[in-house]
């Protein structure tokens, strides 16, 4: 079965210091990966995606993520995280024939001063 | 272009009653996914429509309905409602794609709180 694994639910992270996001999928296939962001309240918003091609995809807000298909993981990394940065960070793998997505639980991301 | 619009933003519910959700896709998109969200949970899957057709469903009871109409719009229905249906409920939208997928753009969700 499709699944997502964020192994970290929480991670605490300097201003200006780097990021990295773990996330490792399980899809038989070659998967369709997304980072999407979700500010307390809001709702989901895609940083970036993998469909195919280059495994190192850039994103908005100054993210990128690498697909490494021998690892099944697809980690998320900011270089320099801003204090707007903080928010809760979602991995998800979208299947083709099942017309769904299936998400990761997620990492709250904390950023302090 | 306009996103995703979901009504009502909030709702306050009591066990036993039912609701009706519902989304307004991005112009153009014919696919609507609706997915549950909670603390213990996380993101749930609960159906996906296109051209009025549901083709797939996650896990959910019964009591879990929606549909789809000519215009994509897209409602849900959660019937005999309980504790923990309380959630929150977003919408998603896609451009049509069949035998492909396509990215979605989520929609800021309604709140449900059963009381």
């Known amino acids: 079965a499709q699944s997502v694994t964020q192994p970290d639910i929480h991670i605490t992270v300097s201003e200006g210091a780097s990021l990295e996001l773990r996330c490792n999928y399980s899809y038989g296939a070659t998967p369709y990966l997304f980072w999407y962001v979700q500010s307390p309240g809001q709702g989901l918003q895609l940083l970036l995606k993998?469909?195919?091609?280059?495994?190192l995809v850039q994103g908005i807000k100054g993210f990128e993520a690498e697909f490494k298909r021998s690892q099944s993981s697809f980690n998320l990394r900011k270089p320099s995280v801003h204090w707007s940065d903080a928010a809760e960070y979602f991995c998800a793998v979208g299947a083709t024939g099942g017309f769904k997505t299936i998400f990761g639980a997620g990492t709250r991301l904390f950023v302090k001063a | 272009k306009a996103g995703v619009t979901q009504t009502p933003r909030y709702l306050i519910k009591t066990r036993g009653q039912q609701v009706t959700l519902s989304c307004s896709p991005i112009?153009?998109?014919?696919?609507v996914s609706w997915y549950q969200q909670t603390p213990g949970q996380g993101l749930q899957f609960l159906f996906e429509y296109f051209s009025e057709t549901q083709r797939n469903k996650g896990n959910f009871p019964g009591r879990f309905s929606g549909r789809q109409f000519s215009n994509s719009r897209s409602e849900m229905n959660v019937s005999t409602l309980e504790l923990g249906d309380s959630a929150l409920y977003l919408c998603?939208?896609?451009?049509?794609?069949?035998?492909?997928?396509?990215?979605?753009?989520f929609g800021p969700g309604t709140r449900l709180t059963v009381l």
């Open positions: 112009s153009g998109h014919r696919s």
């Open positions: 998603a939208s896609s451009l049509p794609g069949p035998g492909t997928y396509n990215e979605q753009f």
């Open positions: 993998y469909f195919s091609g280059d495994t």
